[in-house]
């Protein structure tokens, strides 16, 4: 790759100015349009495209006498050329009125914020759900549902909930289920989901003596629910998005929309540093379905933790710039609002 520190003020512009182009038109970009544009003669920018084309910055397609970025062009672009520019009052309203329907439900939250960050951004978007094994039990509760049934409700720190339905083999009060109440919060609320497992659960049920043959059926609803919780999800919305981008071949698009489609590998590359916005440009995903797509990422926190992912998957002829201060907007926005959710439970 070229060193940007090689380019000269004049090649950075002209640079920036092509990428721009060909994100905002999806052509070609010719040398009058940025002559027009940087205020210099077209045989200059000829010369300037000649020059940042042999440094593998652009590229010319055999059809055209214009120019288009390369991956390497992107990366000094994303690196070093590109101004993330601040969100206007309106867009921010705006954000904030879809996401309003949502804020006081952490899973209707995240299922908003992917709705709302592939409208904007015309790409593929994707939320994952906080969680994880070191994901800790907040509080347990449980409602009778029936005769012999009842609901057990699992409650995380990272604010999310799963329950699952358990069966006795005699009939349910409320004093017992005020025991089991007590025995798991006191056994088992503080603890990270990855500790409750089958060995961990025989123990506790061992040390409650006659108690033990009662607790088997909450017990399993108990594990259920927290491996539940372990299991980090992930919410998907936009893929027809890419069906407007015909850079982004029938086949090759398809590769993509799989590979995607495979969450547990997928989740694996929103696994990036907190606190900015990171790109993943063509070959640097790692995975050949994506040689031709570029991806952003942004971490969210839950009380100054790392909890999830936002990102946005598309094109390499995706809007860097404005993409990234959507992120980071909603980042804050879901960050925020997470984090006030988890310490109203």
């Known amino acids: 790759m070229a060193d940007p520190m090689e380019l000269t003020l004049r090649k950075e512009r002209v640079l920036a100015s092509v990428i721009q182009g060909y ?6 970009v010719g040398s009058k349009v940025i002559a027009e544009e940087i205020g210099v003669s077209s045989a200059t920018v000829r010369n300037e495209m000649a020059s940042l084309t042999e440094l593998g910055l652009l590229e010319q397609p055999h059809t055209s006498a214009g120019r288009v970025p390369s991956p390497k062009g992107y990366r000094v672009f994303v690196d070093r050329l590109m101004q993330v520019p601040e969100l206007d009052v309106w867009e921010k309203r705006w954000i904030d009125s879809r996401l309003a329907p949502g804020m006081y439900d952490p899973e209707q939250l995240l299922s908003h914020t992917a709705q709302l960050t592939a409208k904007v951004s015309r790409c593929v978007a994707a939320v994952t759900t906080p969680g994880g094994a ?36 005699y009939d349910l009060t409320n004093d017992i289920l005020r025991i089991f109440f007590r025995i798991f919060n006191e056994n088992v609320a503080g603890k990270c989901v990855a500790e409750i497992t089958p060995a ?46 015909p850079e982004l071949e029938a086949a090759g698009m398809h590769r993509m929309l799989g590979f995607l489609e495979r969450q547990e590998l997928f989740a694996q590359l929103l696994c990036q540093k907190p606190g900015r916005v990171t790109a993943l440009i063509g070959r640097e995903c790692g995975y050949s379905e994506l040689d031709a797509a570029s991806l952003l990422v942004s971490r969210y926190s839950i009380d100054g933790q790392d909890a999830g992912a936002i990102a946005v998957a598309g094109p390499m002829r995706m809007d860097y710039p404005h993409l990234t201060a959507i992120l980071i907007y909603l980042s804050k926005k879901v960050s925020g609002q997470l984090t006030v959710l988890a310490r109203e439970d």
């Not at 549902?145 to 006795?168: D, I, V």
């Not at 006659?210 to 936009?238: C, F, H, K, N």
């Open 23 to 28: 994100i905002q038109g999806g052509e070609p």
């Open 134 to 169: 070191g994901t800790k039990v907040k509080a347990i509760q449980l409602a009778q549902t029936s005769r012999r049934t009842a609901m057990l409700l699992l409650m995380s720190s990272a604010g999310t909930m799963k329950s699952h339905m358990f069966r006795c083999d």
């Open 200 to 245: 961990f659960l025989q123990s506790l049920g061992a040390s409650l003596g006659e108690m033990y043959s009662m607790v088997g059926a909450p017990m399993w609803a108990l594990l259920e629910a927290a491996r539940d919780i372990a299991r980090t999800e992930m919410i998907l919305s936009g893929q027809m998005n890419l069906f407007f981008y």
